[in-house]
Nanobody
Framework: QLQLVESGGGLVQPGGSLRLSCTASGFTLDFYAIAWFRQAPGKERQGVSCISSTSGSTTYTDSVKGRFTISRDNAENTVYLQMNNLKPEDTAVYYC?????????????????WGQGTQVTVSS
């Protein structure tokens, strides 16, 4: 059974860092595009970053460019989101999503497989 499990969320002060992990089981990530989304209370789910399955090309939403880095370790069947210089507006539940696509997209409707989410709270 295909399963995605996120981890690494928590409470951090503004300016701090967190690294989120998304580990897949029941399938291998090699041929899947992978994306991170987030959803804050009362807001729509937002695409944060994604990485393609073959070229490894990455995409970031403007608000996280230069602060977040997505990477994948196919040997570990895991994708990471390194988040630096975190801001209060980054507070949200973060989800990973995968789809057997070559290129990735930040459109939530393009993904059928989702993790359960991990809470990130940025507050002093």
């Amino acid at each position: 059974q295909l399963q995605l499990v996120e981890s690494g969320g928590g409470l951090v002060q503004p300016g701090g860092s967190l690294r989120l992990s998304c580990t897949a089981s029941g399938f291998t990530l090699d041929f899947y595009a992978i994306a991170w989304f987030r959803q804050a209370p009362g807001k729509e789910r937002q695409g944060v970053s994604c990485i393609s399955s073959t070229s490894g090309s990455t995409t970031y939403t403007d608000s996280v460019k230069g602060r977040f880095t997505i990477s994948r370790d196919n040997a570990e069947n895991t994708v990471y989101l390194q988040m630096n210089n975190l801001k209060p507006e980054d507070t949200a539940v973060y989800y990973c999503a995968v789809e057997p696509l070559t290129s990735c997209t930040l459109v939530a409707g393009s993904y059928d497989y989702w993790g359960q989410g991990t809470q990130v709270t940025v507050s002093s």
